[in-house]
């Protein structure tokens, strides 16, 4: 079983995992403001924190993982992958690449997001909705995440869910894509099929006026 979740894993990465960093690393770039300072949240190996960074040399980029890698690519923090550990306002940008779907319920840490962004939160995750995107999403998940010993919940939610989950969190959305080219054809007939979206919203927490979302913990600055 190892040696063929090693060979699951190198498929991966050879076939998937570099051309899905170069994607998103580009699409990711282009929505962060000049001068920017960036709070990659579940940054895991620091891969596309890095090509960012590395495309944008104006940016500041830092990240926070479970179980932060030694080998981790940007300067990288542990955390109890539920509360960030920075007073209020700390950052511009809070960064989720394919991180929500793996928690329970993701409103606690978009709630997190919104208190320490000051201008915005910038997410890459999946959508669901149907059956066959479900079994699709979970086979990808599995295939990508197995082997590295992340956990899944495959938690993936629609678009409807996606939206209560930002108005919950005091977030605002500015803007929306789903047309993100992670596959090659004929892949992209299976793996992509609009199954995945970046999403920019609005931080909020600048306006201390605003209440904190119901059930998001919050850090004294």
């Known amino acids: 079983m190892r040696t063929v979740m090693k060979w699951i894993g190198q498929w991966h990465r050879t076939f998937v995992f570099e051309r899905r960093a170069r994607v998103l690393a580009e699409m990711l770039a282009a929505r962060i403001p000049a001068g920017a ?11 596309i924190g890095r090509q960012i960074a590395d495309a944008r040399p104006d940016l500041r980029i830092e990240g926070v993982e479970v179980m932060a890698r030694p080998e981790c690519r940007i300067p990288c923090r ?95 959305e500015t803007s929306w894509t789903s047309a993100v080219p992670l596959y090659p054809a004929p892949m992209s007939l299976v793996f992509g099929r609009r199954m995945h979206f970046i999403g920019a919203l609005a931080a909020k927490s600048a306006d201390r006026s605003s209440p904190a979302p119901s059930g998001a913990p919050t850090l004294s600055a």
């Not at 300072?37 to 891969?47: I, P, Q």
């Not at 955390?79 to 511009?92: E, Q, V």
């Open 78 to 172: 542990e955390f109890d992958g539920t509360t960030l550990p920075f007073p209020d306002a700390t950052y511009d940008v809070c960064l989720f690449v394919d991180v929500l779907h793996h928690t329970t319920d993701p409103v606690p840490l978009l709630g997190e997001a919104r208190r320490v962004a000051r201008d915005r939160v910038l997410i890459k995750d999946h959508l669901n909705e149907s059956v066959l995107d479900d079994l699709t999403l979970r086979f990808m998940d599995w295939v990508g995440n197995k082997p590295h010993g992340v956990r899944l919940t495959y938690n993936y939610q629609s678009r409807a869910q996606w939206i209560e989950h930002f108005r919950v969190s005091g977030l605002t």
């Open 37 to 47: 300072s960036v709070l990659d949240v579940g940054c895991g190996d620091g891969t």
